[in-house]
Nanobody, 119 residues
């Protein structure tokens, strides 16, 4: 079973930036849609953003619009989440997900990477 591997999380001060990356464990794996989700302590998992193979982007919560940018490098089979102007409320475990169909559930998930924003 292919797994997605996230990297780039860490501890940052409010106002700082981080870039998360996600790549599949198998280089031959490809997905039509890649997305980022996050889950803060005591809260449900929240959709952050997604991007299709052709570059169509969807953002989730209004709180990240204008601060977070999703992108993908199809040649490297990697998806990124650039997070700027980070706030303490962005603290969460961030998960990468993928699916092979334009619609439907995400079939592939990463283990998650912790992002902690200090005030």
């Amino acid at each position: 079973q292919v797994q997605l591997v996230e990297s780039g999380g860490g501890l940052v001060q409010a106002g700082g930036s981080l870039r998360l990356s996600c790549a599949p464990s198998e280089r031959t794996f490809s997905s039509v849609v890649m997305g980022w989700f996050r889950q803060a302590p005591g809260k449900e998992r929240e959709f952050v953003a997604s991007i299709t193979w052709s570059g169509v982007i969807t953002y989730g919560a209004d709180s990240v619009k204008g601060r977070f940018t999703i992108s993908r490098d199809n040649a490297k089979n990697t998806v990124y989440l650039q997070m700027n102007s980070l706030k303490p409320e962005d603290t969460a475990v961030y998960y990468c997900a993928g699916r092979k169909m334009l619609m439907g559930s995400y079939n592939y998930w990463g283990q998650g990477t912790q992002v902690t924003v200090s005030s």
